[in-house]
């Protein structure tokens, strides 16, 4: 299946929040906090909140994983390049696969 593929049904919140345990530590890698960093910590933790959020956002919405990850790279976030867009898309797809939730969709752009 591509990553052109959207989800049948809105997700769970069971869904999402596996979900979001499995594409934080993309975000966020696990790192030694520093004293004089913790604002940015804090604030980088919030905005991968927020990211988050906005992405099961447009998936709940019926947008195509790719559109997703498209979205997300056009977006331009110190926290989410382009490579980390991508590997949550290879993440959602992984899950959404083995948990039967999506479905190929073909390339009808209704002009959003």
């Not at 382009?82 to 992984?94: D, F, R, T």
């Amino acid at each position: 299946m591509s990553e052109n593929a959207t989800i049948q049904r809105k997700l769970t919140p069971s869904e999402i929040s596996t979900l979001h345990t499995q594409l934080y530590p993309i975000l966020l890698p696990t790192t030694t906090s520093q004293p004089d960093n913790n604002n940015e910590e804090v604030q980088s933790k919030e905005d991968a909140t927020d990211l988050l959020d906005y992405l099961f956002a447009m998936m709940n919405n019926g947008k195509p994983v790719n559109t997703c990850v498209e979205e997300l790279i056009g977006m331009e976030m110190d926290i989410c390049g382009k490579l980390k867009a991508e590997k949550m898309g290879e993440v959602i797809m992984g899950y959404l696969e083995k948990h039967g939730v999506c479905s190929e969709q073909g390339d009808n752009d209704d002009g959003d």
